[in-house]
């Protein structure tokens, strides 16, 4: 994932810069990076921040920069922003997003002239380097954005920082969001919608789906008109977003009140815990939802560590996240011995964080282990976001589960409609061998119609990729 901000300033902008972009560190654990421009031209700073915060690593930088145009970002890839020499002028870019045809891409930057791309690390093509490419091939950048927008396939949100003013872009479906803040002498434009209230701003507007704007310190202007179709992820308000975010005018904390309570109404008198609890952070509010509704009481089990766990992505390699997991949230005794437990996690992945988990409360003394997912069972690799950092889809707990039932991955995947489903047998066995394979007391998934009834937009405006496969 990752996400951006940007601010335009009749002032410095340096201050308002570091606090908005530090405010998406939550979006990621890899990278950070801010560019400027003042007198001296462009500045920019870039620090690996996967051992240390993003406040941390730039407090020095915020000393020596000086412009009133800036860019920021949070990435869970590549280095960026990038500053860029071409014959648009020179301009600082940086994107969120995920591109599935990047070798079709550089191909098609090759065979119209460009001639080179510097190769990272692992061999591969900044993603936002050729999104860049893209643009210098048009005569404007407003047109360069226009037909990078066109040509990835996948999702890619931008900002554009030049000598004058800043550029945002949203992906062409809207898939990720920019919200648009203004305060006297200054505009901003941000993934997340809170990043820039403690920083004096007041919301403006959000961008729709493909729609650019020109911002500079006195205006923000549309160059580029929205379009009716969106496809913004659900996985924002499940997961991603903070409490505090609101996206298309929905906030994330009531959002999963709301499914919480929905999966409560489903479970009824089905079960009777002692506590309902959620697996920090995330699952938290969803068990808040869960317990108003169903007048269980709501504890907290566990406590996350957040003097050295304040974040809640992990490391790149399974092994480190597994004990990460088990080193960052701290067991309550007196909560969990002879209790019976409803925990609710945001979404199951692999399933081997939360086995163990599971495990550990059974060594601890829980009579029985409840769990209860926030979303419906992952069954497609996301294409849009990287999402998961599965290489594989069969890293899905539901797909090897599925796999080993079906005997083979072709008539798996024929029969994934049928397991997407929750009225149909072939639904319930899965969740029955899932719940098994983990040594899960009882296991259910929240219904897509409710977690889409949850967030309260039309389905056709939401991306449900991850779980029912439509694009």
Request: glycine residues 8%; charged residues 20%; negative net charge.
């Amino acid at each position: 994932m990752g996400g951006l901000f940007g601010v335009v300033s009749k002032s410095s902008c340096v201050f308002d810069l570091f606090f908005g972009t530090d405010y998406h560190s939550h979006l990621g654990t890899r990278r950070g990076g801010m560019a400027v421009y003042g007198e001296a031209g462009f500045q920019r700073a870039i620090h690996n921040i996967e051992n240390s915060p993003f406040r941390t690593k730039f407090e020095k930088d915020v000393d020596e920069m000086e412009g009133n145009l800036g860019i920021g970002c949070i990435s869970d890839s590549e280095p960026q922003p990038l500053i860029v020499r071409s014959h648009l002028g020179n301009f600082a870019i940086t994107t969120v997003g995920r591109i599935n045809n990047i070798n079709e891409l550089i191909e098609t930057c090759y065979a119209k002239g460009y001639t080179h791309f510097l190769e990272m690390s692992g061999g591969d093509v900044n993603p936002t380097e050729l999104v860049a490419s893209l643009i210098t091939q048009k005569d404007s950048i407003v047109e360069g954005i226009r037909y990078a927008q066109q040509l990835v396939d996948g999702s890619m949100t931008m900002l554009v920082l030049t000598s004058e003013g800043m550029y945002a872009a949203r992906d062409r479906l809207g898939r990720t969001p920019i919200v648009i803040g203004r305060k006297e002498g200054a505009f901003c434009a941000s993934f997340e919608s809170f990043a820039f209230l403690n920083l004096g701003y007041t919301a403006y507007r959000e961008l729709g789906p493909s729609e650019i704007v020109y911002m500079t310190a006195e205006s923000c202007e549309t160059v580029s008109a929205p379009t009716e179709e969106m496809r913004i992820c659900t996985f924002l308000w499940v997961y991603y977003g903070y409490p505090t975010s609101t996206y298309e005018g929905i906030n994330v904390e009531q959002m999963r009140y709301n499914c919480g309570a929905k999966l409560a109404a489903r479970d009824g008198d089905t079960v009777k815990p002692d506590i309902v609890a959620g697996i920090p952070d995330s699952g938290t509010a969803h068990a808040v939802g869960y317990a108003n509704e169903s007048g269980i009481p709501f504890a907290r089990p566990f406590i996350k560590y957040t003097p050295t766990w304040p974040r809640s992505f992990m490391p790149q390699q399974q092994s480190q996240r597994n004990f990460i997991a088990k080193m960052k949230l701290i067991a309550i005794d007196a909560l969990i011995r002879d209790r019976s437990l409803l925990l609710i996690d945001d979404s199951i992945v692999r399933g081997t964080q939360l086995r163990e988990t599971t495990e550990f409360l059974y060594q601890s003394g829980a009579k029985e282990v409840h769990i209860r997912t926030a979303c419906p069972p992952l069954l497609f690799g996301c294409k849009y976001l990287n999402f998961s950092r599965s290489k594989s889809e069969l890293d899905l707990i539901a797909r090897r589960v599925i796999l080993k039932r079906e005997g083979s991955e072709e008539a798996a995947k024929a029969k994934l409609p049928l397991y997407a489903d929750p009225t149909t047998p072939e639904y319930r066995v899965m969740v029955e061998d899932i719940g098994k394979e983990l040594n899960f007391t009882s296991l259910q998934y929240c219904r897509l119609d409710d977690l889409i009834a949850s967030v309260g937009i039309p389905s056709c405006k939401l991306c449900t990729y991850c779980w029912s496969g439509q694009e």
